[in-house]
């Protein structure tokens, strides 16, 4: 079993940064790949980044490609994700994701949530 808790969100202008936090609880955080999603009112849960469990490797969906880096600290049991040059078309509500076997690319395919953190970007 893993608990994730997203933290950091919050209102900023737009072409401002903030990082979002996930800390996860258990000791076999290090063996799962993490991701993050984020769902706007009325539209489907979004794929952003993910990265290994070894921190190898990364995937960014096209949106955030650029703008967006996911990193993670195993010894803190916690992923990060950078978000630069933010839009207002980047407010939603931003979820952690977990998978044991690959990355999570799809939301159909995680293994566990967080509860999400927003974010909100005014122009």
């Known amino acids: 079993q893993v608990q994730l808790v997203e933290s950091g969100g919050g209102l900023v202008q737009a072409g401002g940064s903030l990082r979002l936090s996930c800390a996860a609880s258990g000791r076999t955080f290090s063996s799962y790949n993490m991701g993050w999603f984020r769902q706007a009112p009325g539209k489907e849960r979004e794929f952003l980044a993910a990265i290994s469990w070894s921190g190898v490797s990364t995937t960014y969906g096209s949106s955030v490609k650029g703008r967006f880096t996911i990193s993670r600290d195993n010894a803190k049991n916690t992923v990060y994700l950078q978000m630069n040059s933010l839009k207002p078309e980047d407010t939603a509500v931003y979820y952690c994701?977990?998978?044991?076997?690959?990355?999570?690319?799809?939301?159909?395919?995680?293994?566990?949530w967080g509860q999400g953190t927003q974010v909100t970007v005014s122009s």
């Open positions: 994701a977990a998978r044991r076997t690959i990355l999570p690319t799809y939301s159909n395919s995680v293994d566990y």
